[in-house]
């Protein structure tokens, strides 16, 4: 079965930045669709960023764009996500979702950002 493995836990200053990684471990087929979602403690989950195969189509959260760039990376079966200039309100808890024939769902990575 494909098990996602993200990048483990972050903490960054306001303004810096960080990558996130997402693989789609044990998989023989390529990566559909790759992106991510966070949620922080007590809010509802939001839609961050994802990418389909090819690069056909790319969507951010508002908020972001500008700031977090998105890519897939074929030949090693793994997304990443970019992110620049973060800011204190990008604090979260951030999954990793990917389709290959189905959805499947990483665990977490919690990026807190601080002054």
């Known amino acids: 079965q494909v098990h996602v493995v993200e990048s483990g836990e972050t903490l960054v200053q306001a303004g810096g930045s960080l990558k996130l990684s997402c693989t789609a471990s044990?998989?023989?087929?390529?990566?559909?669709?790759l992106g991510w979602y966070r949620q922080a403690p007590g809010k509802e989950r939001e839609f961050v960023a994802d990418i389909t195969k090819g690069a056909e189509f790319i969507g951010y959260k508002d908020s972001v764009k500008g700031r977090f760039t998105i890519s897939l990376d074929d030949a090693e079966n793994t997304g990443y996500l970019q992110m620049d200039n973060l800011k204190i309100e990008d604090t979260g808890a951030y999954y990793c979702?990917?389709?290959?024939?189905?959805?499947?769902w990483g665990q977490g990575t919690q990026v807190t950002v601080s002054l």
């Open positions: 044990g998989s023989n087929s390529p990566i559909e669709t």
């Open positions: 979702f990917l389709f290959i024939n189905r959805t499947y």
